[in-house]
């Protein structure tokens, strides 16, 4: 059972920048997709990236693109979202999720974060 552990929310400006953490419980096997969705108020939880433990392949939500960096610590286990450029509308629930595979959109995903918010002000 893999637990997540996510830090690094808060209140940005917009323009800021601000940096998450997803801490697991365990050594990340090879094959596993790690990343983050977020859930805004009233609005469905949506993909923002992940990386493939593997190779390091990361995969993003067009939203995302050319703003937003996954990067891993091996020696850490540890994931990290990068945000850049943070707009009002980043303002969310960001969830650290994994799966076993290659699951590169995160459907689904059997673990979770408990989730860190993020709000970005105009």
């Known amino acids: 059972q893999v637990q997540l552990v996510e830090s690094g929310g808060g209140l940005v400006q917009a323009g800021g920048s601000l940096r998450l953490s997803c801490a697991a419980s365990?050594?990340?096997?090879?094959?596993?997709?790690v990343g983050w969705l977020r859930q805004a108020p009233g609005k469905e939880r949506e993909f923002v990236g992940s990386?493939?433990?593997?190779?390091?392949?990361?995969y993003y939500a067009e939203s995302a693109k050319g703003r937003f960096t996954i990067s891993r610590d091996d020696a850490k286990n540890t994931v990290y979202l990068q945000m850049n450029s943070l707009k009002p509308e980043d303002t969310a629930v960001y969830y650290c999720?994994?799966?076993?595979?290659?699951?590169?959109?995160?459907?689904?995903?059997?673990?979770w974060g408990q989730g860190t918010q993020v709000t970005v002000s105009s």
């Open positions: 990386i493939w433990w593997r190779d390091g392949y990361t």
């Open positions: 999720a994994a799966d076993t595979w290659r699951n590169q959109r995160l459907v689904n995903p059997p673990y």
């Open positions: 365990e050594r990340t096997h090879s094959g596993y997709t």
